[in-house]
């Protein structure tokens, strides 16, 4: 059974810091197949791309409300996505998913382009 699990939500003030985790597991593909991404949502908005990586990890890319704050990144060894998010704001509230794509080496930030999706971790940013 497919499976992508979040971690590391949380509560905390603004200008703090938080590290979500994604850890894969029951895909037949090496997890180095896949190119990654997170997500967040908040409730009654559409589903936002935050940054997505390639497959080696080497490629990054932010939304421009993140760049400069968070920090996407992955250990294929260990089968583990990553986003360290820095000088958190209330902006920045959410409930954030990894999501997975089977199909390019650094696929684009759009909802319909990931073909699995994990439970989501909710991260609130108080003043």
């Known amino acids: 059974q497919v499976q992508l699990v979040e971690s590391g939500g949380g509560s905390v003030q603004v200008g703090g810091s938080l590290r979500l985790s994604c850890t894969a597991s029951g895909f037949s593909l090496p997890f180095e197949i896949l190119s990654m991404a997170w997500f967040r949502q908040i409730p009654g908005k559409e589903r936002e791309g935050v940054s997505r990586i390639s497959r080696s990890g080497e490629i990054t890319d932010y939304a421009d409300s993140v760049k400069g704050r968070f920090t996407i990144s992955r250990d294929n060894t260990k089968k583990r996505l990553y986003l360290q998010m820095n000088s958190l704001e209330p902006e920045d509230s959410a409930i954030y998913y990894c999501?997975?794509?089977?199909?390019?080496?650094?696929?684009?930030?759009?909802?319909?382009?990931?073909?699995?999706w994990g439970q989501g971790t909710q991260v609130t940013v108080s003043s």
């Open positions: 999501a997975a794509s089977k199909g390019l080496i650094l696929t684009p930030l759009g909802e319909s382009d990931y073909n699995y």
